[in-house]
């Protein structure tokens, strides 16, 4: 980030429901905390929660947004270790998906049979997701991020694979250096 540039931190994500009351529910068996619960009149009214350990919240409620409920679609969670938060949600009664991944090792796609079941199998940071939807449909995507992306050393985004790779190559030895283990730099 350059001398100039003034940070911009992502807070708040609106989640369109048809029932606020199910949809509270819902976030409180997550385990999120409840930050806000506000209704100055009949027509307006602010839920908010923040997962733990995020520094975004989400924002559900009467009069927030237009957007149809359920439209919000692939918001993503990122856990360092996926099969314990599955294990936990599964405890908690909500229905999770099966871990998968994505062979190209990019990014998983939006078609179910794009993808693979199963834990990626060399447990790669960003490389195994599981899914979940709250009640009205909109979508939650849990990634595993163990070791953070260090980006393209010249600052601009990563534009090919082998941009991507020495990205990966980055982190590892950053990791390393760290004491972090747990990445490995190959897709397959």
């Known amino acids: 980030m350059g001398r100039d540039e003034?940070?911009?931190?992502?807070?708040v994500v609106v989640i369109p429901v048809s029932d606020v009351d199910r949809a509270k529910s819902f976030y409180t068996k997550l385990?999120?905390?409840?930050?806000?619960?506000?209704?100055?009149?009949?027509e307006y009214r602010v839920v908010q929660f923040t997962p733990?350990?995020?520094?975004?919240?989400?924002?559900?409620?009467?009069?927030?947004?237009?957007?149809?409920?359920?439209?919000?679609?692939?918001?993503?969670?990122?856990?360092p270790d996926i099969v314990a938060l599955r294990n936990q949600l599964v405890a908690r009664g909500i229905g999770v998906s099966e871990p998968f991944y994505d062979p190209s090792g990019l990014f998983h796609h939006a078609q179910a049979g794009a993808v693979i079941q199963g834990l990626q199998p060399?447990?790669?940071?960003?490389?195994?997701?599981?899914?979940?939807?709250?009640?009205?449909?909109?979508?939650?995507?849990?990634?595993?991020?163990?070791?953070?992306?260090t980006g393209d050393e010249h600052g601009g985004p990563l534009?090919?694979?082998?941009?991507?790779?020495?990205?990966?190559?980055?982190?590892?030895a950053a990791?390393?250096?760290?004491?972090?283990?747990?990445?490995?730099?190959s897709s397959g």
């Open 6 to 11: 003034v940070e911009m931190k992502l807070e």
């Open 159 to 172: 534009t090919s694979i082998s941009a991507l790779q020495a990205s990966f190559r980055r982190a590892v």
């Open 52 to 79: 733990p350990g995020s520094s975004c919240s989400i924002i559900f409620g009467r009069g927030v947004t237009q957007a149809a409920p359920g439209s919000a679609q692939g918001l993503h969670l990122i856990v």
């Open 122 to 149: 060399r447990r790669n940071s960003y490389g195994s997701y599981a899914s979940f939807s709250d009640p009205d449909g909109n979508t939650w995507v849990v990634q595993e991020v163990t070791v953070r992306l």
């Open 175 to 185: 990791a390393q250096g760290n004491g972090k283990s747990g990445f490995i730099a």
């Open 31 to 42: 385990g999120w905390r409840l930050d806000l619960d506000a209704a100055p009149n009949a």
